[in-house]
């Protein structure tokens, strides 16, 4: 059963730094598709980035694109979404998330109807 752990969240000042691993497990995650969402209290769960396993096209949010980036490192089959230049309106629960589908193009990879598993989420809270 594919399961994915996400780690890395925290307090930082606006302008700081954030790593978010999203390790996974149960699955051949070669042929994934992999992406990150977030949610902020009040709001609904919005699309971050994506991007197959195997690489390729990468997928961003305006709101963070040239912030961040989405990796991964398959020798520890990890998910990796590096935060930087982060601003208050960052502050939201981060949720890694994996499917075997494949599809195209950036409405595709930002549905989060695309993705089966989800990790269980990691508090980020940028302060002003």
């Known amino acids: 059963q594919v399961q994915l752990v996400e780690s890395g969240g925290g307090l930082v000042q606006a302008g700081g730094s954030l790593r978010l691993p999203c390790a996974a497990s149960?699955?051949?995650?070669?042929?994934?598709?992999t992406g990150w969402f977030r949610q902020a209290p009040g709001k609904e769960r919005e699309f971050v980035a994506a991007?197959?396993?195997?690489?390729?096209?990468?997928y961003y949010a305006d709101s963070v694109k040239g912030r961040f980036t989405i990796t991964r490192d398959s020798a520890k089959n990890t998910i990796l979404l590096q935060m930087n230049s982060l601003k208050p309106e960052d502050t939201a629960v981060y949720y890694c998330?994996?499917?075997?589908?494949?599809?195209?193009?950036?409405?595709?990879?930002?549905?989060?109807?695309?993705?089966?598993?989800w990790g269980q989420g990691t508090q980020v809270t940028v302060s002003s």
């Open positions: 998330a994996a499917s075997p589908s494949s599809c195209s193009g950036y409405g595709c990879y930002a549905g989060s109807g695309l993705y089966d598993y």
């Open positions: 991007r197959r396993w195997s690489g390729g096209m990468t």
């Open positions: 149960g699955g051949t995650f070669s042929r994934y598709t």
